[in-house]
């Protein structure tokens, strides 16, 4: 019998087993990895450096309350589950970038992150 990597029995048995909170802060790793920024800065780069180019897209499941029992705007949500303030985590991330910048934008339960050339 073949080595799978993963099975469909497999997924269906865990896909409750992780908690929404881990899943979105595991997509919200970008933020804490910057170098995670190379490929879709060089995809950004690769269609001429369009205005306010897409560099991620990320939904998230804020619940409410979080499992803490606190409420949390999305704003705070990310906060939370990145263990820094947003706004201090992207302002950190443009210091590391020079000739461009990134900035975000929330929308109900999305997470926009755009890269603009200077």
Same mark, same amino acid.
């Given at each position: 019998?073949?080595?799978?990597?993963? $099975?469909?029995?497999?997924? *269906?048995?865990? /896909?409750?087993?992780?908690?929404?909170?881990?899943?979105? !802060?595991?997509?919200?790793?970008? @933020?804490?990895?910057? =170098? #995670? &920024?190379?490929?879709?800065? /060089? /995809?950004? #780069?690769?269609?001429?450096?369009?205005?306010?180019? +897409?560099? &991620?897209?990320?939904?998230? +499941?804020?619940?409410?309350?979080?499992?803490?029992?606190?409420?949390?705007? @999305?704003?705070?949500?990310?906060?939370? *589950?990145? #263990? #820094?303030?947003?706004?201090?985590?992207?302002?950190?991330?443009?210091?590391?970038?020079?000739? &461009?910048?990134?900035?975000?934008?929330? =929308?109900?339960?999305? *997470?926009?992150?755009? !890269? $603009?050339?200077?």
């Amino acid at each position: 019998m073949p080595d799978y990597i993963e $099975t469909m029995d497999n997924l *269906l048995q865990s /896909r409750e087993d992780v908690p929404q909170e881990t899943i979105d !802060a595991i997509s919200l790793n970008p @933020l804490s990895h910057p =170098t #995670a &920024f190379i490929f879709p800065l /060089r /995809r950004w #780069a690769s269609v001429g450096f369009p205005p306010e180019g +897409n560099l &991620f897209l990320i939904t998230l +499941n804020s619940p409410s309350p979080c499992p803490d029992g606190t409420p949390r705007t @999305l704003y705070d949500y990310i906060s939370y *589950l990145i #263990a #820094a303030d947003l706004d201090k985590t992207i302002s950190d991330l443009n210091v590391q970038f020079q000739g &461009f910048s990134v900035k975000y934008t929330l =929308t109900t339960n999305v *997470l926009q992150i755009v !890269a $603009t050339r200077h």
